[in-house]
């Protein structure tokens, strides 16, 4: 369809006349169409995950932020955020130094109405021995609350209580994404309604729309993420007159203990095809990177892949951050390059591909604070770091694994709900670590090798081959693939100016002989040529460019063999947030007397120092024919 719309419009534009415009993406919405609109779709940088006073874990860690702060932060206002004073004046503020594109708010859905009774004077339940302990000692509340899954007395015989109270933060959320969403022509920022759905393994939920269901499906009645799609077919694409659609995210996938990326039924059968592809259908990306961790790859699980030692977590379960006699290494199928692999073998065996998903990454923000990514000033995340209400201790206030937490990039033709949600939907997505790169690939059958050089790169792109996301088309002859891959640095602002490339990679996995392989190629940039960073000071020093781009044809291909391919690109290396944060704090690890408590991570010589932000992008597909 792309390739007939560039056609049309060169048609026009080679006349003299006005261009018209082709939408690639169903409209469904009633707003006046964006003025900036490019046919060629450009980049949107936002953030599906985060959570604000209504989320259980936040509130009782002292966030007050409401889902309309939040907006207002990713639109780059200036958020107050705890530890609070008497007269409720927030003692740290942050604010973005770029707005976001695009932002939704996604709280926990458990527990939003026994949350809501235990802060609301004057409701029923609000005197109970648990709303008391709610309030009085918010941190014991969470682990009693969480470990929990029967319904609280002070909710009624018949839950009715609790039930109508989650409806009043939902509405809530629904609200402020109505109300932050740009709808004039100018689109300059877009959101989202969403909440997080929080079984075992955990799932964002993001609707095309305002049109959601009334309530928002948790894990306690909907305790599999079966139940979880089935309600969701029930209460929004079930009601065929609210035009509602939504798409699922997994998140976290690094500290899962190998839940998430089954292959099996509750009842232990296998996928079968019909149910792989509803998998597909549903959860159509995967949150690579975030707060809690990188979940990518982890060496030594699976792959030595020297560049999987990125913000890694040290254990399988989030439990173990809080009992530490839990801890034990993560098993290579918590991970999202393992799940592709997985897929082509489950592609090979019932016909259809469960993970077919794109990347994307988020911050898992718990301070209502989207698109906090940057490692210079770093206040921490909340959520599972160290509870601050009253006052601000002089210690490490986030765990030293943790870090600032990644973007969702979606290219798409405009900035609306409509495209962003095609763009969804198709995996034509990226995630990053936190700066802004722009980076795109192609895939196709031949590609030609001096497109990088092309003023039409990306119209040749499209016309001959497929987006990140996507299938390469079934193959008329043997030869290999080609990719044409174009990654940008972050051009970043004038307080912080972005940080040069300096590697691109290509990420191979195929099966042979019944098991899966990868490889990692190197296709352009340099891993040899000097770069560093001093930690003490936290100067850069070495080269590197502002781009890289390269045509690159398999040259290991096997036309039998079922595989799959993403792109991997670095910047030189900067300082670790954990490095500027104990720096600050006038800590040296080779004078004793400077190591305070509470900031003995600071000298844990198992966590860098150092950071190498980057970004992958979606994958592109090969099934053999047949």
Same mark, same amino acid.
């Given at each position: 369809m792309i390739g007939r719309t560039l056609l049309a419009l060169a048609v026009a534009v080679g006349c003299g006349l006005p261009a018209a415009r082709a939408d690639a993406f169903e409209r469904r919405e009633k707003r006046p169409p964006c003025a900036d609109y490019t046919e060629l779709r450009r980049p949107y940088f936002g953030d599906l995950h985060v959570h604000t006073r209504y989320s259980l874990d936040a509130n009782t860690q002292g966030t007050?932020?409401?889902?309309?702060?939040?907006? #207002?932060?990713?639109?780059? @206002?200036?958020?107050?955020?705890?530890?609070?004073? #008497?007269? &409720?004046?927030?003692?740290? /503020?942050?604010?973005?130094? @770029?707005?976001? *594109?695009?932002?939704a708010v996604t709280d926990h859905s458990e527990y939003f109405g026994e949350a809501t009774i235990c802060s609301t004077?004057?409701?029923?339940?609000? #005197?109970?021995w648990m709303c008391r302990i709610f309030r009085g000692w918010p941190r014991l509340a969470f682990f009693l609350m969480n470990g929990r899954r029967t319904p609280f007395g002070f909710c009624g015989e018949d839950q009715s209580l609790c039930t109508d109270a989650d409806a009043?933060?939902?509405?809530?959320?629904?609200? +402020? +994404?109505?109300?932050a969403y740009d709808k004039t022509r100018s689109c300059e920022f877009t959101t989202f309604v969403g909440y997080e759905w929080t079984g075992y393994t955990h799932r964002n939920v993001i609707f095309r729309s305002k049109h959601t269901p009334h309530f928002a499906p948790s894990s306690i009645e909907y305790p599999h993420e079966n139940d979880l799609w089935g309600a969701l077919d029930e209460t929004c694409r079930g009601d065929v007159a609210s035009d509602c659609d939504f798409v699922v995210i997994p998140h976290n996938s690094n500290v899962s203990s190998s839940t998430t990326f089954h292959t099996e039924n509750p009842d232990g059968t296998p996928l079968d095809a019909e149910q792989a592809r509803r998998r597909a259908a549903n959860e159509p990306l995967v949150e690579i990177m975030q707060h809690k961790g990188s979940s990518e790859c982890f060496r030594g699980a699976g792959t030595e892949d020297e560049l999987c030692d990125f913000e890694n977590i040290p254990y399988d379960d989030l439990g173990a951050r809080f009992a530490t006699w839990m801890r034990k290494k993560p098993d290579a199928v918590n991970f999202v390059r393992t799940a592709l692999g997985i897929g082509l073998l489950e592609q090979g065996r019932s016909g259809a591909n469960p993970f077919h998903f794109g990347f994307i990454g988020s911050t898992d923000t718990h301070l209502g604070a989207p698109g906090l990514t940057d490692e210079v000033g770093y206040p921490g995340h909340g959520g599972a770091g160290v509870p601050l209400r009253t006052e601000l201790p002089d210690v490490l206030l986030d765990p030293i694994e943790f870090n600032p937490g990644g973007l969702a990039v979606l290219w798409a033709e405009e900035n609306s709900r409509d495209a962003l949600f095609a763009a969804m939907q198709r995996r034509e997505a990226y995630a990053t670590s936190g700066p802004r790169i722009r980076l795109r690939l192609f895939g196709g059958w031949d590609l030609p090798e001096e497109l990088c050089n092309a003023a039409d790169f990306v119209e040749v792109g499209y016309r001959d081959g497929v987006?990140?996301?996507?299938?390469?088309?079934?193959?008329?002859?043997?030869? +290999?693939? /080609?990719?044409?891959?174009?990654a940008v640095k972050d051009a970043g602002t004038d307080r912080s100016p972005g940080v040069r490339l300096r590697r691109l990679q290509i990420? $191979?996995? =195929?099966?042979?002989?019944?098991?899966?392989?990868?490889?990692?190629?190197?296709?352009? %940039?340099?891993? *040899?040529?000097? +770069? %560093?960073v001093d930690t003490a000071s936290c100067e850069p020093s070495g080269d590197g460019v502002d781009q890289l781009c390269t045509v690159w044809r398999d040259p290991e291909f096997d036309p039998r063999a079922a595989a799959v391919y993403y792109?991997?690109?670095?910047?030189? /290396?900067?300082? @670790? =947030? !954990?490095?500027?944060?104990?720096?600050?704090?006038?800590? #040296?690890? *080779?004078?004793?007397?400077?190591?305070?408590?509470? =900031?003995?991570?600071?000298?844990? !010589?198992?966590?860098? $120092?150092?950071?190498?932000?980057?970004?992958?992008? !979606?994958?592109?597909?090969?099934?053999?024919? &047949?």
């Open positions: 007050r932020t409401t889902p309309a702060q939040a907006y #207002d932060f990713a639109r780059g @206002r200036a958020l107050g955020i705890q530890p609070w004073d #008497d007269q &409720g004046r927030p003692a740290r /503020t942050v604010q973005l130094e @770029r707005p976001l *594109d695009f932002a004077p004057g409701m029923a339940g609000y #005197d109970s009043l933060p939902w509405q809530d959320m629904r609200d +402020a +994404a109505e109300a987006p990140m996301g996507g299938d390469l088309p079934v193959a008329q002859q043997a030869a +290999a693939p /080609t990719f044409a891959v174009r990420i $191979k996995l =195929w099966v042979a002989a019944g098991e899966v392989r990868e490889r990692v190629f190197d296709v352009a %940039g340099s891993a *040899d040529e000097p +770069a %560093g792109a991997r690109v670095l910047q030189n /290396t900067t300082c @670790r =947030w !954990s490095t500027q944060v104990c720096n600050a704090a006038g800590i #040296d690890c *080779d004078r004793t007397e400077t190591i305070r408590p509470g =900031w003995e991570d600071c000298c844990d !010589s198992t966590f860098p $120092k150092v950071v190498q932000e980057r970004a992958w992008s !979606s994958p592109i597909w090969y099934t053999p024919p &047949g």
